[in-house]
């Protein structure tokens, strides 16, 4: 028997969300092994309510399999929404129109639109998307073509944004250019690249907001409690974290005071960077719940409400 909703019952009963946007980083798993760990961490992010969890996959999509084992125990078993890392260096477009597809079917309505780091020696393939900005247009193109199937739905599509020079950029200004022209693309969101300095992530939003760029800029954190991941992050991306910090890590007398420095170091980052006005954190969790739970308990994220978030929509 069938029962009867009211509005006034709905509206009692809707959820009313006043914090920032919140999101975490996946790597699919490399084994069974390792897959049996990542449900467990997965478990443990869906209970803080993400919006959504991204989903990485290399460049070239090598690990194809593993992505789509992660991106359907997360559809499946899970309340979350996975947004899937596209790269389209590597990939012929007939594979990334296969992938797009692939993905579509399987329900997923998030994707990340990235070039993906150029393995050393390559040289493009005529057929191959050789930035971002067409892959926005590819896949913007193949929802055209869906629209029935989607409901008239419309899929969400997340790029990336740099608050330090890209390392193959010219200028800061070059990279403020190619983030007009994903937004021009279809974009609709970014998630920037790891920095370690709340006015780095200010002067983005900054030249962002000059240039005209209403793409929410969502900050992406990685919670600096390992040294030696903070170095290969650096030797990856060129960011340096600072000094200070490396050097209060290595001298810290065992890992619960090397945690306790790095999470409060995170937790004050995102603070500033929030009361800066930016419309969310991303968190790069490296597969660990821990340390992200552990920034989360000392953030009150319901202090900074929606309506302060309009600056940067």
Not at 184 to 192: C, M, N, P, Y
């Amino acid at each position: 028997m069938s029962t009867t909703t009211t509005l006034p019952e709905l509206e009692r009963s809707a959820p009313v969300r006043h914090r920032p946007a919140l999101s975490y980083e996946l790597f699919p798993a490399r084994s069974d092994v390792s897959f049996d760990r990542l449900r467990e961490t997965v478990r443990h992010l869906e209970a803080t309510g993400p919006d959504y969890v991204s989903v990485t996959s290399r460049t070239g999509h090598g690990n194809l399999d593993r992505v789509l084992e992660l991106t359907e125990h997360v559809l499946a078993e899970t309340s979350l929404r996975p947004l899937v890392h596209l790269t389209s260096v590597g990939s012929t477009r007939a594979q990334l129109v296969t992938i797009i597809h692939a993905l579509l079917d399987r329900g997923v309505r998030g994707l990340l639109a990235l070039r993906g780091d150029l393995p050393e020696g390559h040289r493009l393939e005529d057929d191959e998307i050789p930035f971002a900005r067409p892959l926005v247009e590819l896949i913007r193109d193949i929802e055209r073509e869906r629209t029935a199937t989607l409901a008239g739905g419309r899929v969400s599509i997340g790029v990336a944004a740099y608050p330090h020079r890209h390392p193959e950029s010219p200028t800061t200004s070059h990279d403020t250019e190619v983030l007009v022209a994903k937004e021009r693309a279809g974009a609709d969101f970014a998630i920037t690249q790891v920095f370690f300095d709340a006015p780095v992530y200010c002067g983005l939003l900054e030249r962002a907001r000059a240039a005209g760029v209403r793409l929410p800029l969502v900050p992406g954190f990685v919670p600096a409690t390992n040294p030696r991941r903070l170095a290969r992050l650096a030797a990856l991306s060129g960011v340096a974290p600072p000094r200070d910090l490396l050097h209060r890590l290595e001298i810290a007398a065992d890992d619960v005071e090397r945690r306790r420095i790095g999470v409060r170091f995170t937790v004050d980052l995102a603070t500033r960077v929030l009361d800066a006005g930016a419309p969310g954190l991303h968190l790069f969790t490296f597969n660990s719940h821990a340390e992200a739970l552990d920034v989360l308990d000392h953030l009150d994220l319901d202090r900074w409400s929606t309506a302060s978030q309009g600056e940067t929509r």
